[in-house]
């Protein structure tokens, strides 16, 4: 059976990353065997300012079923609703229950961080996608005059907190397994939210308690972004709340090589579900132009690979990646010179090479 996958390319550069991670998609899943059906899902700016539209009900009910969703980026210049990416984005996040976003940051080639002397960068953001800041409770009250309220409340849930933070120790266990550090570094900042944050502290002590071969280490979120630029290499599993992996994610990401090249995936891991997209948003100013670094979304496709079960693709693709970089076959963002498709053009030559090297 072939899986089912909507692709949603999205705003601004979305489309234009979405359609080279495609191209590398079929390549890899033509020599794997994995099969994709691709249904495209016109969701976007483009939608809502043409008819009012966000996430029509029936477009989610059909996203509902399908085994994955690759996303390019969602945001515009053009439409000032506020509620506009909550309307699509984290709709999909909060009502399909993605509650993991795994945000992965590994230096593709030596020379692509920023650091000094940063030698090796391999770390994970385990994002807790479904709660906190961004359920949008909360209101605002006399709006507009010199007396208005503002309120948008940070929801943590014992369910919410625990799942995340005991997916994070799994995690931290199968990467020192597969012969990685393994450590986990818990982030909250429990010193100022004692209500939310002490949640997390508890739940972080039961589960070192029941985990106590797990290195795991507690950081409060100003030391952990401190510690990401002065010592990235400490870092291997790094769980946090909504708001904080958003941002601790784009500091990760620059530090191998920027946000062009960070893949990120929404998953539920109880009943399958995933939607995989990159880092980085629709940067307005690069739209148009082919100049987009296509490997947040190529890498993206592997990690949605990897998710249905092909692990052999999802490598190729990785490798393939790793191999560009180092030669800095690259968009301008890498250090390379070429454009949004040549750098495209680059993994899949290498795809092919180094096909025939792995298992299949
Ligand atoms: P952004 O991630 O779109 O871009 C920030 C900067 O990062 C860009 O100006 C560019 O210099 C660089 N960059 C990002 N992607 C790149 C790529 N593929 N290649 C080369 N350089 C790249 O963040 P922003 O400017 O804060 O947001 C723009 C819009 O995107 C907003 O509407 C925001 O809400 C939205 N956004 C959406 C998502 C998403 O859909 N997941 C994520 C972040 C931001
Ligand atoms: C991301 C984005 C989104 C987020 C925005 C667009 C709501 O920044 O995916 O990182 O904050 O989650
Ligand atoms: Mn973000």
Do not use: C
Not at 336 to 358: F, K, M, P, Q, Y
Request: glycine letters at 10%.
């Amino acid at each position: 059976m072939p899986f089912r996958i909507a692709v949603i390319p999205g705003d601004g550069i979305g489309p234009e990353v979405i359609a080279q991670g495609l191209r590398v998609l079929d390549a890899v899943s033509a020599a794997t065997g994995t099969r994709l059906d691709r249904v495209t899902y016109d969701l976007g700016a483009e939608r809502y300012l043409r008819t009012g539209e966000i996430l029509p009900d029936a477009v989610f009910k059909e996203l509902q079923t399908v085994d994955a969703i690759y996303l390019g980026a969602v945001g515009d210049p053009r439409v000032d609703n506020p509620q506009y990416a909550a309307g699509l984005l984290l709709r999909l996040r909060f009502e399909l229950d993605l509650w993991v976003n795994l945000r992965p940051s590994r230096l593709l080639a030596p020379g692509l961080t920023p650091l000094r002397d940063a030698a090796s960068i391999d770390l994970v953001v385990v994002r807790e996608n479904t709660e906190g800041a961004y359920v949008g409770m909360g209101g605002q009250f006399k709006r507009g005059t010199p007396d208005e309220i503002a309120i948008q409340e940070d929801v943590n849930t014992r369910k919410g907190v625990e799942r995340i933070i005991h997916y994070a120790f799994e995690l931290a266990r199968q990467r020192r397994a597969a012969g990685q550090r393994g450590r986990l570094t818990m982030v909250d900042k429990s010193n100022a939210l004692y209500h939310a944050h002490d949640l997390w502290q508890r739940v972080f002590a039961l589960e070192r308690q029941a985990s106590p071969e797990i290195e795991a280490e507690h950081l409060f979120v100003d030391a952990a972004a401190m510690q990401l630029v002065k010592d990235p290499s400490r870092f291997d599993v790094i769980v946090t709340s909504n708001m904080f992996g958003d941002i601790l994610s784009d500091l990760a990401s620059e530090l191998v090589g920027g946000l062009g090249q960070a893949p990120s995936a929404n998953i539920n891991p109880d009943n399958r579900r995933g939607l995989f997209e990159p880092v980085h948003g629709s940067a307005p100013k690069h739209a148009g132009k082919g100049i987009a670094n296509p490997v947040g979304a190529i890498l993206a496709g592997a990690m949605m690979l990897r998710h249905l079960g092909d692990e052999a693709g999802a490598l190729r693709i990785e490798r393939a990646v790793m191999s560009a970089a180092a030669d800095r076959r690259t968009t301008k963002d890498l250090g390379g010179a070429l454009n949004t498709t040549e750098a495209a053009d680059a993994v899949l030559e290498r795809l092919e090479r180094i096909g025939s090297s792995l298992p299949s």
